[in-house]
Structures are given as structure tokens and as C-alpha cells.
């Protein structure tokens, strides 16, 4: 692999944030698995504003199998949506696409197990595309706009470039990129490694 210099790259370290398999409920399938009127509990803040992991998981049941604990995130959402790694595709008998949060039109559904009762989501289980959260500001000096892909260095023993990392931008977005399971430990990356995006 080439080696790079300090002019390849923009002039920012990005922080990794590793995502593991998680559920966002809408409110009608949240009173489904857990009660009419259930409020979620917060059990730790997530890196971007008002975003938590809450107390609360669900057993997810695919074709040929099973995951148990899916932690929820909240705030509750206008769609429920479940994201999973590959790996967890083969366990669970799903070959998801990889998509945008909220873009689920054609993607595989799966069953949902609370403490109050079940349903069977028709669609949103997703490979989440990669991505970088940053600061609507951060982005115009650097000369990068929302939806924008980009390259990513990974620096260390397993050196990677990341290919179409899409940039995504909001006044209340915190810096960070976004991997599943599988491709943090595929680059042995963990949260809070620092990356590099290369020049476009």
C-alpha cells in the first residue's frame, strides 16, 4: 500500500464510534413490545445530541435464528428500524442490504420480542452504509457538503482504506464515524481511534 503524506489527508482526525446491533421503535411498535404509553429509560448518552442507549432490549428471530438483548435506542422514532452486522445476518438467515438510516423501502422484515408482546416488523432490517457525522461549520471548512462521499485512512497493523464514507451534516452533530461490529474488527478499530479522511 502507498505510503501517504500529511498533504494527503484533510486537516482533521476523526474519532471512531464502533455500533453494535440496536432497534429504534416508533411509538405504536414500542406500546406493542412493552405497553401502551411505555417510556423508555436512558442507561448511557450516545456520542450525538439527545441520542441514548436505553435499559431496554428485545429478542430479534430471523429464519434460522435468534439474537437476544438487541439494546434499544431512543429517542423514540417515525419508523422502527433494526441494525445488525453481517455476521449477525448469517446467524440470523438474512442477507440485509447495505442503507441510509430511514431508507428501508424493500428490506428484509423480522420478528420482535418484548416483555409485553411481539409483532413482525414487514420491513427495516439494514447494513448501516457507513458514515461521518459532522458539524454543518467543521464541513464548510473543509469543503465538504451532506451526503458527500469520501475515503478514510485507517492508520495501524491492519491499514485500510474505507471506501464510500458518506458525510453527513448537521448544526447539532457531534464528529465521529460510524462502523458496524464487523468492519471495526476487520480494521481493529475500537471507539475513540482516530482516522483520517483523505483529500477528495
Known amino acids: 500500500m502507498r505510503q501517504f503524506q500529511e498533504e494527503d489527508f484533510l486537516p482533521v482526525e476523526v474519532p471512531v464510534g464502533v455500533s453494535g446491533r440496536h432497534i429504534h421503535l416508533c411509538r405504536e411498535d414500542l406500546d406493542a413490545l412493552f405497553g401502551p404509553g411505555y417510556e423508555l429509560t436512558v442507561l448511557r448518552p450516545l456520542s450525538q445530541e439527545g441520542e441514548f442507549a436505553a435499559r431496554e432490549t ?67 432490517v439494514i447494513l448501516a452504509a457507513r458514515h461521518i457525522h459532522m458539524e454543518e461549520e467543521r464541513a464548510k471548512i473543509l469543503n465538504l457538503h451532506d451526503e458527500q462521499q469520501v475515503r478514510v485512512w485507517v492508520p495501524g497493523v491492519r491499514a485500510m482504506i474505507l471506501d464510500n464514507v458518506i458525510i453527513r451534516t448537521s448544526p447539532h452533530y457531534r464528529l465521529e464515524l460510524h462502523l458496524d461490529t464487523d468492519e471495526a474488527n476487520a480494521a481493529l478499530l475500537s471507539g475513540g481511534d482516530k482516522v483520517k479522511i483523505l483529500r477528495p
Open 58 to 124: 428485545v429478542t430479534i428471530v430471523g429464519p434460522r435464528g435468534v439474537l437476544e438483548g438487541v439494546r434499544v435506542l431512543g429517542p423514540v422514532r417515525a419508523y422502527s428500524q433494526v441494525e445488525i452486522a453481517m455476521t449477525d445476518g448469517f446467524r440470523l438467515g438474512l442477507r440485509p442490504p447495505v442503507r441510509q438510516s430511514g431508507d428501508v423501502e424493500g428490506t428484509p422484515g423480522i420478528a420482535v420480542v418484548g416483555p409485553a408482546g411481539a409483532l413482525n416488523l414487514r420491513r427495516g
